[in-house]
Every structure is written in C-alpha cells, then in structure tokens.
C-alpha cells in the first residue's frame, strides 16, 4: 500500500525561523528606500518653494528689469531641476518596487527549497511514498488538495521543529510546534431502504 502524509506547508513556511528572518531583513530595505524617497522629496519641495519665490520676484512690478530678469532666467532653472528631479523620484519609485518584489520573490523560493529538502528527507525516513499540501490560505481562498485527512499522518509539526532546530535570539520559537488535531470522524449517512 501507499503511505501517504499530510504537511499544512503554509504554517510550516510562516513558522520557519528564516522566513522572519527574511521578513525583516524585507522590512529594513524598505524602510531604507523609504528614508532615501523622503529625502528626494524634501529636496522636490525645496525645489518648489524656490522656484515659487524666484518666479514671484520675476513677477514683482517693485522690482528692477534687471532684477526681474535674472529671477526669471533662475526660476527657469529652478524649474528645470525641479522637473529632472521629479523624474528621479518616479524613477526611484519603480525601481524600489521591482527590487523588493524581485528580492521577496528570491527569499520565498529559497525557504520553499529550504522546506522541501526538509520534507524529503523526513519523509523518506518515515517511510512515505507521498506528501500532499494541506494547507489553506485564508487570504486567497482555494479547494485544498487534501479534502480529508484524519490527521495521523500529518508531518507538520515534526517538520517546523526540523526547521527551527538552528533557530537562535528572537527567531527561536517560544514552543514547539504542535500536532495537528485528528479531523473528527462524520458517521455515515444512512444506506437508502429498497422498497
């Protein structure tokens, strides 16, 4: 016969001890794209309020030709800055986000690669022939591809303790991973009576 298991593989790859160290290290670049945004910013705004005052003076009915025409030929350049500025922050925007989202989508394959060796290696010297996904995730609701399982067979929790064996300072886990309950078992329904 075929021995089969179960893993609920998304708390496994949520509770692995990498996946939050890779979830902050995810969080410090961000953050550090957004200190460089702020900046680039407060240089747009700064940009702005020069080339409001400059064009103001250039406007200035008080003021010299002389004078006027200068301010004019800076606020221009003002402008001009202001424009390739913007252009940067845009820029800077878009490739921020494909960095992130290249650098998210690296550190997840690598921990899914991470699980599985782990779920081989185990699963081998279990004995099982199969290893089926039970998880579902809450926030993108699928049809699992477990539909029943009694639970005997699940390797969950014997995998997350694998996997956070090495785990140290804040990404230790407070407990060990806990076992799956065991689905209760529905009676069978009734056979229908032949008349």
């Known amino acids: 016969p075929v021995k089969i298991a179960t893993i ?83 820029d800077f925007n878009k490739n921020a986000q494909k960095t992130l989202g290249d650098q998210t989508r690296r550190l997840r394959k690598g921990r899914l690669e991470e699980i599985q060796e782990v779920i081989s290696a185990k699963a081998r010297e279990l004995g099982y022939d199969l290893v089926i996904d039970s998880s579902q995730d809450v926030l993108l609701p699928r049809t699992p591809t477990v539909l029943y399982t009694n639970g005997k067979n699940d390797i969950t929790a014997v995998i997350i303790e694998l996997l956070n064996k090495d785990a140290t300072g804040k990404y230790k886990p407070a407990e060990p991973a806990k076992p799956a309950e065991p689905a209760p078992e529905k009676p069978a329904a009734p056979a229908p009576i032949d008349q």
Request: charged share 40%.
């Open 8 to 90: 609920d593989l998304l708390k496994a790859f949520d509770s692995y001890w990498k996946t939050k160290l890779s979830n902050d290290q995810l969080k410090e670049r961000g953050a550090d794209f957004d200190k460089a945004r702020i900046g680039m910013i407060d240089d747009l705004n700064l940009l702005r309020e020069e080339y409001n005052r400059l064009n103001a003076s250039a406007q200035d009915p008080a003021n010299s030709d002389e004078k006027r025409s200068g301010d004019l030929k800076k606020a221009q350049e003002k402008l001009t800055e202001f424009k390739r500025l913007e252009q940067q922050v845009i």
